[in-house]
């Protein structure tokens, strides 16, 4: 278990005794700081999840609060992940910002949120549906939104009357990578296309790069291959080089990503905005916390905004890319 407050690296002793004593810090001055709990899949070699974070403790210092961040440890480490989030509820921070991997798994974990009384702010990853009533917003892409705008852009730039596009999703459970093949599926449909493979790279890049290989074994003449991001797309550039011809779209929006469109190894992306995932995450779970902002009056969902960059605009958007 990986655990960091905002001043730095801390270990699950000390934190008990520190920054979670009383469920809030006193500041030098004698203020009463709420300490919200951050529990996010990982941030070892994903720029996403680390973009999101960073700005979510940045502005939890700066709205009055501070952040224990417990990285899972992996994409795939849902065990992990409602364990350290069972842990928060029952040192009782003041409010929760949770990046589920798994969106049934973590329904227990955030049942005892509930029951403990600490607002839950749901950030990119969708708890399982029918369970709305356990957290207070989700801010996110509106992945299915994304998907299907990629497979439409891709749709127009295919000149092969039968061509062949392959999907590679994201890990059994992960319920934006769900909505994201859903997504690609749908404007595949209206472009009269079928997706000849699909299979999941779990988020990791050599997982990514075997499922590519496999799938270009099976089927030689595929021409294009939508993933639904992060990680991913390294192994699945790294498969496809030396075949010009395989189109790639992704859904990212990092700068590794758009420099990808760039260099002419990725066709296009559909962008995600983590930094304001995470400011907006984190003015909600102070807000919660402090009580500035009422139970049940925000929104249920909002979307943080996803566009297409393809060459005509790779430049421009690499400016503002995370």
């Known amino acids: 278990m990986k655990l960091r407050t905002a001043l730095g690296i801390v270990t699950a002793a000390t934190l008990t005794v520190t920054a979670l004593a009383g469920c809030s ?35 939890i210092k700066k709205e009055g609060g501070t952040s224990v961040l417990l990285t ?89 009357p039968s061509p062949q596009v392959a999907i590679i999703e994201g890990a059994a459970g992960s319920v934006p990578g769900d909505q994201r093949r859903d997504g ?22 050599d997982k990514a790069l075997t499922a590519t290989e496999n799938i270009l074994t099976a089927h030689p003449k595929v021409t294009a291959i939508l993933t639904a991001g992060g990680p991913m797309v390294d192994g699945i550039v790294q498969a496809v080089a030396g075949k010009p011809n395989i189109k790639v779209i992704t859904i990212d929006g990092s700068k590794e990503s758009i420099q990808y469109i760039i260099d002419g190894k990725v066709f296009a992306l559909n962008t995600q905005d983590p930094v304001q995932m995470g400011k ?7 807000g919660l916390a402090k009580g500035s902002i009422k139970s049940g009056s925000l929104k249920k969902y909002i979307d943080s905004g996803t566009k297409t960059i393809s060459a005509d605009n790779a430049k421009a958007a690499l400016a503002n890319a995370f």
């Open 25 to 59: 810090a006193t500041s030098g001055g004698g203020s009463v700081k709420p300490v919200i709990g951050i529990s996010v899949k990982t941030i070892t070699n994903d720029t996403f999840q680390e973009a999101w974070v960073h700005a979510a403790e940045a502005e």
């Open 72 to 160: 899972a440890g992996g994409q795939t480490a849902v065990a992990n992940q409602v364990s350290q989030v069972n842990d928060l509820v029952s040192r009782h921070v003041k409010a929760l910002i949770v990046d589920p991997i798994d969106g049934q798994a973590i329904v227990p974990a955030l049942k005892r949120a509930k029951a403990a009384n600490i607002p839950v702010v749901v950030v990119d990853s969708a708890v399982a549906s029918g369970n709305d009533a356990l957290y207070q917003t989700y801010i996110a892409t509106n992945n299915v939104e994304a998907g299907k705008q990629s497979a439409e852009f891709l749709v127009k730039a295919l000149n092969d």
């Open 184 to 205: 690609f599926i749908a404007g595949l449909k209206e472009g009269g296309i079928t997706a000849v493979a699909s299979a999941a790279g779990d988020w990791a890049s």
């Open 280 to 286: 907006l995450g984190a003015q909600d779970a102070v």
